[in-house]
């Protein structure tokens, strides 16, 4: 069985500083791992993913995430926040395999202040 | 050239009736969800197909009924609608080689009252 935990279900920056956006996961088997995101009355959009190969992975819109095995850990970050990226965060988690399910984390919802 | 699109992306209905939510891929994938996003927006699988096949069934009352008349599509029935059915469907599909990534549709918004 697969499980994510993502920590802090709302998370409020300031516009131009850090976001951080913490996820753990559970996995018995090697875990993909990505982080969507959703806007207001819209559908899920891939942010980024880890697949196996790089450990630091980088996404659109600014975004990276770096697998941590030792801590399975998956933190989002982006150095400098903009208004725009106000939205719903969502970590998830597969075996990799066609047809096998993507686990959802509860999500974060990140507010940008001006 | 939307890439996943379901129909309708409203539906207000009254408690027991029942209605349809249709899915529609162009991307060629062979593997098709429905999630369910709940008012905390939680994200709950309830179905999946694989060519037709359905493969993951999640403990969803037999009220819903999935159908897939092709691997391109994928359909959503719910009889006897109650209160507790309002949410967000996303349909969502994936294909071998994708590692797992999902493509989601814009959702439908289930509204019973």
């Known amino acids: 069985a697969q499980s994510v935990t993502q920590l802090g279900s709302h998370v409020s920056v300031s516009e131009g500083a850090l976001v951080l956006l913490r996820c753990n996961y559970s996995?018995?088997?090697?875990?993909?791992l990505f982080w969507y995101v959703q806007y207001p009355n819209q559908g899920l959009q891939l942010l980024l993913k880890y697949t196996s190969a790089a450990t630091l992975v980088k996404g659109i819109n600014g975004f990276e995430a770096e697998f941590k095995k030792s801590e399975t850990s998956f933190h989002l970050t982006k150095p400098s926040a903009h208004m725009s990226d106000a939205a719903e965060y969502f970590c998830?988690?597969?075996?990799?395999?066609?047809?096998?399910?993507?686990?959802f984390g509860e999500g974060t919802q990140l507010t940008v202040n001006p | 050239d939307t890439a996943v699109s379901q129909t309708p992306k409203y539906l207000v209905t009254q408690m027991g009736n029942d209605k349809s939510i249709k899915c529609e891929q162009n991307?060629?994938?062979?593997?098709m969800y429905w999630y369910k996003q709940d008012s905390k927006k939680f994200l709950k699988i309830m179905f999946s197909y694989n060519n037709k096949e359905l493969i993951i069934n999640e403990t969803v009352p037999n009220r819903f009924s999935p159908k897939s008349p092709d691997k391109a599509h994928l359909n959503l029935h719910i009889n006897s609608l109650e209160l507790g059915d309002s949410a967000v469907y996303f349909c969502?599909?994936?294909?071998?080689?994708?590692?797992?990534?999902?493509?989601f549709g814009e959702g439908s918004r289930l509204t019973v009252l």
């Open positions: 996995s018995s088997v090697p875990p993909y």
């Open positions: 998830a988690v597969s075996d990799g395999t066609s047809g096998s399910r993507l686990t």
């Open positions: 969502a599909s994936t294909t071998t080689g994708k590692g797992g990534e999902l493509f």
């Open positions: 991307l060629g994938h062979d593997t």
